[in-house]
């Protein structure tokens, strides 16, 4: 019975594997839509998974679907609150759709956490927009 049970388990594990590599590829080719449509299958069965979360908060934000980009990202910070990029994006989308007090918040919360050099440039370049 154990070996039957952690067959089916294995089998689980490798078919979800297949379909995370299958959605990867599929954002790495930039066909957004189609790695959106496959991360929402996946998030479904693990809504928990921050890799998950990210990159369908990702292809949602590239298909201006903004509302459910904004529930990934929130999402990744209920379960990992000191995640700079999922901040960051979040940060990016409120600009977007010119909410800058939710922008300026999630800007500064990044810019205060990371120590890349790269990356506090690029909040400052928005930061910079915003108080202008």
Not at 28 to 47: P, W
Not at 67 to 77: D, H, M, T, V
Request: proline residues 1%; contains cysteine; charged residues 25%.
């Amino acid at each position: 019975m154990k070996k039957v049970v952690f067959f089916i388990l294995a089998t689980l594990i490798f078919a979800q594997n297949n379909l995370y590599n299958t959605a990867l590829l599929f954002y790495k080719a930039k066909n957004y839509q189609k790695a959106y449509k496959v991360f929402e299958k996946l998030l479904k069965s693990n809504y928990k998974s921050l890799n998950y979360n990210f990159y369908y908060g990702m292809c949602c934000e590239k298909l201006k679907k903004y509302n459910q980009a904004i529930a990934a990202f929130e999402r990744i910070l209920i379960y990992s609150p000191k995640n700079i990029r999922a901040k960051l994006e979040l940060g990016k989308i409120y600009f977007i759709l010119k909410k800058y007090k939710q922008s300026k918040k999630y800007f500064l919360a990044a810019l205060s956490q990371t120590k890349n050099e790269k990356v506090k440039k690029n909040i400052q370049k928005y930061l910079n927009k915003i108080y202008n």
